[in-house]
């Protein structure tokens, strides 16, 4: 059984740019996470899909959005990147059932902005 | 709003002994428990989970972790640490908005010295 795959693993960006991460979760798994990961900061929730629909966001900024296809491969975009979203992005995914969920996580993609 | 702690940012054993990583929550509600486990360059992955039941739940590795109401704690466990234990170690507990928001505790780095 493959495990959650994200793309691209390491990447690169000036100040202005925008980015856009991609992660195809377990077989099965309807329900996609980002976190975003900083020494400083800890692990922050951003999102949430479930079903192409976003059930919950983290307190960012709207430069962060993100999207869930039907086949519930997720993306997230950050948009006019700043120094300080410099960080490890990661994807989780997991069944949506009730009570609590293991989440199964990505690799992440570490992006650092110049 | 959920919440877990972890007092400890870094805690040294020696390989052979006992170990304990730390974790406080608050929550409202049922508490829904989780330790994970990140190495250098990887996703984290699941360790054990605390839904309801017996208080010393047994998870992947050797790890155990006592669910104490009273003190409304998580503490990790394990009888005899190996090198290859030495990792960042997440509590979190599950966010009353959704089933797959997990909120994490700002981590604990192990390290097991030989």
């Known amino acids: 059984k493959a495990g959650v795959t994200q793309t691209p693993r390491y990447l690169i960006k000036t100040r202005g740019q925008q980015v856009t991460l991609s992660c195809s979760p377990i077989s099965g798994h309807r329900s996609v996470s980002w976190y975003q990961q900083t020494p400083g900061q800890g692990l922050q929730f951003l999102f949430e899909y479930f079903s192409e629909t976003q059930r919950n966001k983290g307190n960012f900024p709207g430069r962060f959005s993100g999207r869930q296809f039907s086949n519930s491969r997720s993306e997230m975009n950050v948009s006019t990147l700043e120094l300080g979203d410099s960080a490890l992005y990661l994807c989780a995914s997991s069944l949506m059932d009730s009570g609590a969920n293991v989440l199964t996580f990505g690799a992440g993609s570490r992006l650092t902005v110049l | 709003a959920q919440s877990v702690a972890q007092p400890e940012d870094q805690v040294n054993v020696a390989e052979g002994n006992p170990l304990t990583v730390k974790c406080t929550y608050s929550?409202?509600?049922?508490?829904?428990l989780f330790w994970y486990v990140q190495y250098p360059n990887r996703g984290l992955q699941f360790l054990l989970k605390?839904?309801?039941?017996?208080?010393l739940v047994k998870g992947s590795y050797g790890f155990e972790a006592e669910f104490n109401k009273s003190q409304t704690s998580f503490h990790l466990k394990k009888p005899s640490a190996l090198v290859s234990d030495s990792a960042l170690y997440f509590c979190a507990v599950r966010d009353d908005s959704s089933a797959s928001k997990i909120i994490f505790g700002s981590g604990t780095r192990l390290s097991i010295r030989p």
């Open positions: 605390y839904i309801t039941g017996d208080n």
């Open positions: 929550v409202s509600g049922n508490p829904y």
